[in-house]
């Protein structure tokens, strides 16, 4: 059947069409301006097109390259239960003997050894010796790096990002390569984020207010005032810690004065402002808790004091006076609230919460973000809508009825996003987060939710940033090579074989189209390296067209006439075309098997490339030749 006309026809007309159906999303992509890409990015509709357009690698528009590696340590620490001092010090050597050519879990163990410390006792479900243990902690560690490795797939393709390089190296190490990353900043921020949510319930105000005063006495003897602090814990047991209604007479002071000129073991940068705010009313008896302000009825610490607050929370001897089963938590970032004297200003509002969390984001099966509905507090206001599974709808349940009139932090990364009073029990599993900056924090939120939670935090090894000005430049280049090795080709073959030359040309040309047409089919991603692929191929084409043709050059210097030598021609030059393309094409398929990134991107080029100029070369010159030998008889050939 197709050594007739027609159907030879069809079928080149077919592939004709749906190359173009194929790279029209991308001419269409191409030919948008900024203002109507930004436009249809509103719209939502830009994703779906850049969905079926030819994508660019990271070395033609620029990105950003990251090594991720999975933290073991913290991982380790998370698992652990039922935590000592001795643990402690054991897990805080290990950490310090880490080296290039160590790992953690071996000096975790060598050491736990040397300590005689029973490693079953903190980790009771992963058998009884301290190196089988060892080994289950090692099973997890690598299944960590591979459920991260999914984690930040998922995220990677809800955020949008085209053609994104994401592969696992070695045991514990992610690359993540991101082309055409307009915000690097919040690419990194979303890919690290642990997405740890909990619901923690806040200790009564009661519990805060003597923990406050606690602190207070810490300071006081740290000011070397032992006597005067406990004179005024009398006074201070009766008074509440943050007082309503009154005006703060905020005065600076300098760090060393609030912690009694004593060096401070928490502190570590030198170079943070040596003053803080105080309230000059209270300070003298309770230099903690002129720290703080009453703001709304919550605990509100001015910009200026967090890093001051900060570093009171990580004494040793403060946090042996904070109860045991609490913690204090920061609000995820600052507010402007209104002061006690009637202006405004910027807080960071601190929380005292049960360490122990009543329910956490593994229950949740759905998040979405939004602006908050008119009519409520959050109107107009970024939220994030979490749905819950059925054991945690019983559990939110059972937590918000049993706790009616109770406050609850709902903790993203040990950041408190917000805090309501619970007003009724909350049935239907359904509930708010809100304290976001803007909508985008939001749908990050969102994203980082419905991909879940990573199994241990991923920190930055390496990271380089390839500019736009750099993928414009490499993409000019590239084009240019392209289209001057296209064009020296094409005249050379005009000149050369003449007429038949013309038609050599058609073939290459439609050569390149099909296989921009399948680079978008297949979504490759076109890469320098693509581009180096796709000029071998132009090579690779015409070269057997010209075997072909020298082939029908001789049949007609045998005398034959011009229908029957193109037949022989092409009859003689096919088998050593296909010898020729074979290798190559074996070639292609190892390196795309074996290849990564540029290389693998080189051979998928390369092996459509072959596979359509195959169809080309011979298919459709030869079907031109037909057109006009089949029904006429042509006494000479231009070639």
Excluded at 316 to 328: G, M, R, S, Y
Excluded at 332 to 342: F, K, M, S
Excluded at 529 to 555: H, Q, Y
């Amino acid at each position: 059947m197709l050594k007739r006309l027609t159907p030879r026809l069809i079928i080149i007309i077919l592939a004709i069409a749906i190359a173009g159906i194929l790279l029209y999303p991308t001419i269409q992509h191409e030919m948008l301006s900024p203002e109507e890409r930004q436009e249809l990015r509103e719209q939502g509709k830009l994703a779906e097109l850049e969905s079926k357009i030819i994508r660019r690698g990271l070395d033609l528009q620029g990105g950003i390259h990251l090594v991720l590696e999975v933290d073991v340590p913290t991982l380790v620490n998370n698992i652990a239960r039922n935590k000592s001092q001795l643990f402690e010090e054991v897990f805080q050597q290990a950490q310090s003997r880490l080296n290039e050519e160590t790992t953690f879990l071996n000096e975790f163990l060598e050491v736990a050894n040397q300590k005689e410390l029973r490693l079953v006792r903190y980790f009771p479900d992963r058998g009884i010796q301290n190196e089988e243990i060892i080994s289950s902690l090692q099973e997890e560690a690598t299944d960590a790096v591979r459920r991260a490795l999914e984690i930040i797939r998922n995220r990677v393709d809800q955020f949008g990002v085209s053609e994104p390089t994401i592969q696992k190296v070695g045991n514990r190490r992610i690359i993540v390569e991101l082309a055409g990353i307009q915000d690097p900043a919040r690419a990194r921020e979303l890919i690290q984020t642990t997405a740890l949510l909990e619901f923690k319930l806040l200790k009564t105000p009661e519990v805060t207010n003597a923990t406050i005063q606690k602190i207070d006495r810490v300071l006081r003897r740290r000011q070397g005032d032992v006597a005067e602090a406990l004179g005024a814990q009398d006074t201070a047991e009766t008074d509440t810690t943050i007082e309503e209604g009154g005006v703060a007479e905020d005065e600076a002071v300098s760090v060393d004065e609030l912690f009694g000129g004593m060096e401070d073991e928490t502190a570590t940068d030198t170079s943070e402002d040596s003053t803080v705010v105080v309230d000059r009313q209270v300070f003298e008896e309770k230099p903690f808790t002129a720290l703080l302000r009453n703001v709304q009825g919550q605990i509100g610490v001015p910009q200026k004091n967090r890093n001051a607050v900060n570093r009171i929370l990580k004494m040793e001897a403060v946090q042996e006076v904070i109860p045991p089963d609490a913690e204090f938590l920061w609000s995820a970032g600052p507010e402007v609230l209104p002061t006690q004297a009637g202006g405004a200003d910027e807080f960071h509002l601190l929380y005292l919460v049960n360490e122990e969390a009543g329910l956490t984001g593994g229950v949740v099966t759905d998040a979405q973000a939004t602006l908050g509905g008119s009519g409520g507090q959050a109107a107009g206001q970024p939220v994030v809508y979490l749905d819950m599974n059925a054991q945690g709808s019983k559990t939110w349940s059972r937590l918000t009825g049993a706790n009616i009139g109770r406050r609850v932090a709902i903790v993203l990364d040990d950041k408190v996003h917000m805090a309501p009073n619970i007003r009724s029990k909350i049935s239907q599993g359904s509930t708010m987060i809100e304290g976001m900056a803007n909508l985008e924090e939001a749908k990050d939120i969102a994203i980082v939710l419905r991909a879940g939670a990573l199994p241990a935090p991923v920190d930055i090894i390496e990271e380089r940033t390839v500019g736009p000005s750099l993928g414009s430049d490499s993409i000019q280049k590239g084009t240019t090579a392209t289209l001057i090795g296209l064009l020296l080709v094409l005249v050379f073959m005009a000149l050369y074989y003449k007429l038949s030359g013309f038609i050599a040309d058609f073939a290459l040309v439609l050569n390149l189209i099909f296989i921009l047409a399948i680079l978008a089919a297949l979504g490759a991603t076109l890469t320098l390296p693509g581009i180096a692929g796709l000029i071998l191929t132009v090579g690779l084409s015409v070269d057997a067209n010209v075997l072909i043709f020298d082939r029908i050059r001789e049949e007609l210097r045998k005398g034959k006439t011009v229908r029957a030598a193109i037949d022989s021609g092409y009859g003689n030059a096919l088998r050593t075309i296909i010898d020729a393309n074979v290798t190559t094409i074996l070639a292609a398929l190892v390196l795309m098997q074996f290849g990564t990134g540029p290389i693998k991107g080189f051979a998928v080029v390369l092996f459509w490339g072959i596979v359509s100029s195959m169809f080309t070369a011979i298919f459709v010159t030869r079907t031109i030749y037909q057109m006009f030998t089949e029904n006429k008889t042509v006494k000479k050939l231009s070639i």
